[in-house]
Every structure is written in structure tokens, then in C-alpha cells.
């Protein structure tokens, strides 16, 4: 089987950084995924570690560590608009097979 | 851009109806999903499709069936709808092959079963 552990809720200000984490314990791994939903929306893709190690794009950023099942998001520089859930999902075989973490509810304080 | 359309963003049945929720991609994408999503449980995998015809259950398929008869179609079926299947119902895809890490989602289908 496969399940995956996020924070329920994280708060933060604007302009500050926050992390949320991610450990999973699953039968096959391929790779880890973040994604974004706001509320009323679909999910959106946002990050993907394959590889231990941090992945940048933009103001998030991503790591994976593989040895330790675990995982993070990390956001900078928040913005009011990043208010947001924040899910988790690791990948059983290339290109299919994607099971989600329950999510992270993301709020943004001015 | 990739598009993902659900047929309808609003549904509602009465309990023992047969609902079909249908899915249609425009990419080309081999793998298509089926997700629902529930407050505090995310989203969980109902079936899953890596080719026509083929399909695989994920970790919650009792209740559903699924169609691929087409490459861009992906239909879920509700044989006889039951009040524990009121969900938002999220389809997806993703390429099999470079780019096969990321999942691209439908704006998902609110159902409703009385």
C-alpha cells in the first residue's frame, strides 16, 4: 500500500517563507509531485523531485530525499495569492499510478 | 496547452440512478485518471487507463466502472449511485513519456446523489 503525511493547515505573512512537508511510505517509487489547488479550482502542477536534491522554479522550491521518504515545498516571498491547498503525490511507475497526500491548506495573512 | 474537459461542473441524481461522468483530452495522452476529492481525505484514486480499452483500479474502484474506448475519452460510471458518492470527481492525464511526471486535471464535476 501507499499513504503519504502532510501538515493539515500552515499559516504565514506575506512576504515571509514556509515549508510543508511530505513523508510517504509506498511499494514502488518513481518520483514526487507537488500541486496547487485554490479553492473552487483544479489541481495544478507545480514541482517534481525524481532525484534527491532541491528543485528551484521561480519563488518554490522543492526537495526529496528518497532515503528518508520525505519531502518538501517550499514557498518564498509569500503572496496573498499562494493561499491555496498544497497536495503532495508520489508517482508507484513512470507515468502512471499517482496517489495524494491528504494536503496542506495554505493561509496567507497580511 | 493542454486541455482536460469534464462534461458537466454540476450534477445532481437521485440514489439508484446509473451516472456517467465523462473526460476528454486533447493531448494525445496515454494515461488518464479518476480521482475523488473529499474535505480532509485529498484526492483518491478510483481507476486509472494507460491505454484504450485497459484499465487498472485504483485505491478506491468499488461502486465505479470505467470506459476507455477511445484514446481521448475517459468515462466513469456509476452503476447505481449511492449518498456516499456525493464528491467532487476529478479527471486527469499525462503523457506516457517525457512530461509523464506531471498530471494535467479536468475543473472537475461536483456530484450531488439524493
Known amino acids: 500500500g501507499q499513504s503519504l503525511e502532510q501538515p493539515s493547515e500552515v499559516t504565514a505573512v506575506e512576504g515571509a517563507i514556509v515549508q510543508i512537508n511530505c513523508t510517504y511510505q509506498t511499494s514502488g517509487f518513481y518520483g514526487l509531485s507537488w500541486y496547487q489547488q485554490h479553492d473552487g479550482g483544479a489541481p495544478t502542477f507545480l514541482s517534481y523531485n525524481g532525484l534527491d536534491g532541491l528543485e528551484e522554479t521561480g519563488r518554490f522550491s522543492s526537495f526529496l530525499s528518497r532515503s528518508d521518504s520525505y519531502g518538501y515545498l517550499l514557498l518564498q516571498e509569500l503572496q496573498m495569492k499562494d493561499s491555496a491547498s498544497y497536495f503532495c503525490?508520489?508517482?508507484?511507475?513512470?507515468?502512471?499510478?499517482?496517489?495524494f497526500g491528504p494536503g496542506t491548506r495554505l493561509s496567507v495573512l497580511p | 496547452d493542454v486541455k482536460v474537459t469534464q462534461s458537466s461542473r454540476y450534477l445532481v441524481k437521485r440514489t439508484g440512478e446509473k451516472v456517467f461522468l465523462e473526460c476528454v483530452q486533447d493531448m494525445d495522452h496515454e494515461n488518464m485518471f479518476w480521482y475523488r476529492q473529499d474535505p480532509g481525505l485529498g484526492l483518491r484514486l478510483i481507476y486509472f487507463?494507460?491505454?484504450?480499452?485497459?484499465?487498472e483500479k485504483g485505491d478506491i474502484p468499488e461502486g465505479y466502472s470505467v470506459s476507455r474506448e477511445k484514446k481521448e475519452r475517459f468515462s466513469l460510471i456509476l452503476e447505481s449511485a449511492s449518498t456516499n458518492q456525493t464528491s467532487m470527481y476529478l479527471c486527469a492525464s499525462s503523457p506516457d513519456r517525457a512530461g509523464g511526471e506531471k498530471l494535467f486535471f479536468g475543473s472537475g464535476t461536483q456530484l450531488s446523489v439524493l
Open positions: 487507463s494507460y491505454d484504450v480499452k485497459m484499465k
Open positions: 503525490a508520489v508517482q508507484g511507475s513512470y507515468g502512471q499510478n499517482f496517489v
